[in-house]
Structure formats: structure tokens, C-alpha cells
């Protein structure tokens, strides 16, 4: 199951395996069992995420690629 979910987010985002595996396994924070907690600006530096924002945003954005999608 964790391999599957691994490859979505690989397959899904811009992150490489090594950065993803390393974040996975970070123990440094002493909140974290396993793993490290991203937020916001952190998820799109390390490229989980293009962007932050609300739905709003996400909702514009989606119909942007609708729209594009269309002129094809």
C-alpha cells in the first residue's frame, strides 16, 4: 500500500524519489515519528504542490485547464 501511494506522488508531482524518501524517513522534529510535515510554501519548494492557494484559486485554475483543454 505505502508503494502505491508513493507512486502517485511521484507520478503526480515534480518531487524526486531521493528528496520524497528523505522527507518520508526524517525523524529530526520531535512531533514526528516518521516523516516530516510540509506546509504550504514548504510543499511547493520541495515541488509536492505548483502553488498556494484557496478554492477559489484551485476552482480558476481548473477551469483554465478545461478551457485549454478545449482549443486543443
Known amino acids: 500500500m505505502q508503494q502505491r501511494i508513493i507512486n502517485f506522488i511521484l507520478r503526480t508531482s515534480e518531487i524526486g524519489n531521493k528528496i520524497l524518501t528523505e522527507l ?42 478545461i478551457e485549454s483543454k478545449k482549443s486543443l
Open 24 to 65: 518520508m524517513y526524517s525523524t529530526d522534529e520531535i512531533a514526528n515519528d516518521v516523516g516530516t510535515i510540509l506546509v504550504g510554501e514548504e510543499a511547493v519548494k520541495y515541488k509536492l504542490i505548483n502553488e498556494v492557494g484557496g478554492f477559489s484559486t484551485a476552482l480558476k485554475k481548473l477551469n483554465d485547464i
